[in-house]
């Protein structure tokens, strides 16, 4: 039995904390909240904490899983693999490429497993998708945007994201992580803009963002993200590969409500179009976002378990992290980032 701290139980965390509550090789010793409090009643019983240091003295955690705040991932991630604890962390890594390769390198020297949370590589349509585009062959081009036209409710959680995270570094990893997936290449610059579209966000964040990256086997991409109740709706859910040999694409996906977080991981069916011919491929019952969750702490657990390399995915996540943080770099400065050069 791996015996399971819970850090943050927000959304995501509240999903992964039910994940182990049910898989029959868990044992949830501990959750950590603000609060103090637990309000789904399927975990009620289990110790809470609000301080997670004291937590991890105290429940001595073969696995921690963290779903807190961004700015707080790094630091938890390297605690929690010093108490001798395995990690599961929510994405990004990291707000610093700097603090990302800490925490890798954390990982390497205490031989601990670290699963970073890109929840559609345990997807089987986006698995697929990314196997019809590397069947294509590169170079490629990446086109792909998340738009989100959140109000109450979800744009005070946009806000509060935004008080650390720009949405192109929040939203823009998961993307980045499939194209690093697709192709072998190494990114080398980044270029990107954006806007400020709310007065209700802090003067040096925006709520709009755009950029381009381009590879060393000139595959090129471009990303897109927006969070507010200004946003359009209007493809607002583009999901492109495009390759010499043709192109794959998302055609059903998330055709409304831009803010719903279940759409988001919906694929439906994709076009794979060679000059030949086109052919479509029918994606029936996909699973929802609780599924999904099930789905990656199960992979946690056999990661611990089977003893899996995870070096490719640890690369990944720090190449996803670099891109993103180097466009947000960009955004800020006005200049395009070389990835040649540490980015922090």
């Known amino acids: ?29 501990g959750l950590v909240n603000r609060s103090g409090e637990v ?34 991932h790094a630091d938890y991630a390297v605690a929690a693999m010093l108490a001798s604890a395995h990690v599961f962390v929510e994405k990004p890594l990291a707000t610093t490429v700097e603090d990302a390769r800490r925490v890798v390198a954390c990982a390497q020297e205490t031989q601990k497993k670290l699963v970073v949370g890109y929840i559609l590589r345990h997807h089987p349509s986006w698995v697929r998708l990314i196997e019809e585009a590397r069947a294509l062959g590169g170079p490629y081009v990446f086109r792909m945007n998340l ?32 194209w690093c997936q697709i192709t072998d290449a190494k990114p080398v610059k980044v270029n990107g803009m954006g806007l400020r ?32 109740p200004m946003m359009s709706e209007t493809a607002f859910f583009v999901k492109d590969v495009v ?6 694409s998302i055609v059903e996906g998330n055709k409304g409500a831009s803010a719903d977080v279940d759409g988001h991981t919906k694929v439906g069916g994709l076009l794979v179009h ?15 976002h609780q ?32 891109i993103c943080i180097a ?13 040649k050069e540490p980015t922090s």
């Open 274 to 288: 060679r000059p030949e011919g086109d052919r479509n491929i029918d994606l029936p019952d996909e699973p929802g």
């Open 243 to 248: 390759s010499p040999a043709g192109s794959v």
């Open 39 to 72: 309000g789904h009643p399927e975990l009620a019983g289990y110790p809470v904490f609000t301080d997670y240091k004291v937590a991890l003295e105290k429940t001595s955690p073969d696995l921690v899983v963290i779903a807190t705040y961004s700015d707080s």
């Open 147 to 178: 738009n989100q036209q959140s109000s109450g409710a979800e744009w005070e959680t946009h806000k509060a994201l935004m008080e650390t995270t720009a949405p192109i570094v929040d939203c823009g990893v998961h993307y980045i992580d499939v």
């Open 197 to 228: 579209l709310s007065d209700e966000i802090a003067p040096d964040m925006y709520n709009y963002g755009q950029f381009q990256v381009f590879f060393d086997d000139g595959s090129v991409g471009w990303y897109e993200a927006g969070w507010g």
């Open 327 to 339: 466009a947000d770099e960009s955004v800020r400065t006005g200049h395009p980032v070389s990835l």
């Open 1 to 29: 039995m791996i015996r399971v701290l819970i850090a943050g139980l927000g959304n995501m965390g509240l999903s992964h904390a039910l994940a182990h509550h049910r898989h029959g090789a868990s044992e949830i010793v």
């Open 291 to 322: 599924e999904l969750c099930d789905a990656e702490q199960a992979y946690v657990l056999r990661a611990i378990t089977e003893n899996l390399d995870l070096t490719r995915h640890m690369q990944d996540a720090v190449s996803s992290l670099a």
